[in-house]
C-alpha cells in the first residue's frame, strides 16, 4: 500500500464549476497534510495546508482533513482554465518524512 | 524575501560519472528536503536534512547521499550515475518540521 495515494485522473471540469481532488493516507501517525499544485515543466508550489480535522478555506480553495477515515481533499469553486495542472497532496508521516502522492492531473475546459 | 534557489538549473553527464546538485534554501529555513521526479511521475523523497543532520532517506540506493552546510544550504551527490537517474531533481525548505515545503525551481539531470 503506498503512503499516500490519489486518482491520478485526468479529471476535467467546466469552467466555473467546482472541482473536487481526493486524497488517502496510510499512515495514522501523519499530522500534517498540504496541497501543491504543480503545472508542466515547472516546480510544485503550496495551495495550502491543514493540520487540525475539518475544513479550511482560502479564497476559492477549501481543503478538508477527516483523520479518521485518513482522508484528505482540495476543492476549487469557480474553476479556471489556468486552474489546469497537477495537484498534489503530501502528508508528514510519523517518521517526519513528507510523502506526495502520484498526482491529479486536472483539466478546466473553456 | 528570496525563493530556495538550486544550482545548476540542467545538468548533462555520462553514465558512471558523478553529479553534485546545490542547494539554498529561504533565509530562516533550516530544513532542506531532496526529491527525484522522473519524467511523469511523482515526486519520490529522497533525503531530508536537518540542523545539518540527516534524519531521514528515501529508498534510494547509497550512491544518493548529500550533506546540509553551517548555513543551512545543501548538496545531493549521485555517483555512478546510471541513465534512470535522468529526472528533475527538487529542493525544498521548511521553518520548522510541520511547516509546509517552499520548492526551488530544480535542477534537470541528464545522464547519457
Known amino acids: 500500500q503506498k503512503e499516500v495515494e490519489q486518482n491520478s485522473g485526468p479529471l476535467s471540469v467546466p469552467e466555473g464549476a467546482i472541482a473536487s481532488l481526493n486524497c488517502t493516507y496510510s499512515?495514522?501517525?501523519?499530522?500534517?497534510f498540504f496541497w501543491y499544485r504543480q503545472y508542466s515543466g515547472k516546480s510544485p508550489e503550496l495551495i495550502m495546508f491543514?493540520?487540525?480535522?475539518g475544513d479550511k478555506e482560502d479564497g476559492r480553495f477549501t481543503a478538508q482533513l477527516n483523520k479518521a477515515s485518513q482522508y484528505v481533499s482540495l476543492l476549487i469553486r469557480d474553476s479556471q482554465p489556468s486552474d489546469s495542472a497537477t495537484y498534489l497532496c503530501?502528508?508528514?508521516?510519523?517518521?517526519?518524512?513528507?510523502?506526495f502522492g502520484p498526482g491529479t492531473s486536472l483539466s478546466v475546459i473553456p | 524575501e528570496a525563493g530556495v534557489t538550486q544550482s545548476p538549473t540542467h545538468l548533462i553527464k555520462t553514465r558512471g560519472q558523478q553529479a553534485t546538485l546545490r542547494c539554498s534554501p529561504i533565509?530562516?529555513?533550516?530544513?532542506v528536503y531532496w526529491y527525484q521526479q522522473a519524467l511523469g511521475l511523482g515526486l519520490q523523497f529522497l533525503l531530508w536534512?536537518?540542523?545539518?543532520?540527516?534524519?531521514n532517506r528515501g529508498n534510494f540506493p547509497p550512491r544518493f547521499s548529500g550533506r546540509q552546510f553551517p548555513n543551512y544550504s545543501s548538496e545531493l551527490n549521485v555517483n555512478a550515475l546510471e541513465l534512470e537517474d535522468s529526472a528533475l531533481y527538487l529542493c525544498?525548505?521548511?521553518?520548522?518540521?510541520?511547516?509546509?515545503?517552499?520548492f526551488g525551481n530544480g535542477t534537470r539531470l541528464t545522464v547519457t
Open positions: 533565509s530562516g529555513h533550516t530544513s
Open positions: 536534512y536537518d540542523e545539518g543532520e540527516e534524519r
Open positions: 499512515d495514522r501517525g501523519s499530522q500534517s
Open positions: 525544498a525548505s521548511s521553518r520548522q518540521k510541520s511547516r509546509p515545503l517552499h
Open positions: 491543514i493540520y487540525s480535522n
Open positions: 503530501a502528508g508528514k508521516t510519523s517518521y517526519d518524512k513528507v510523502i
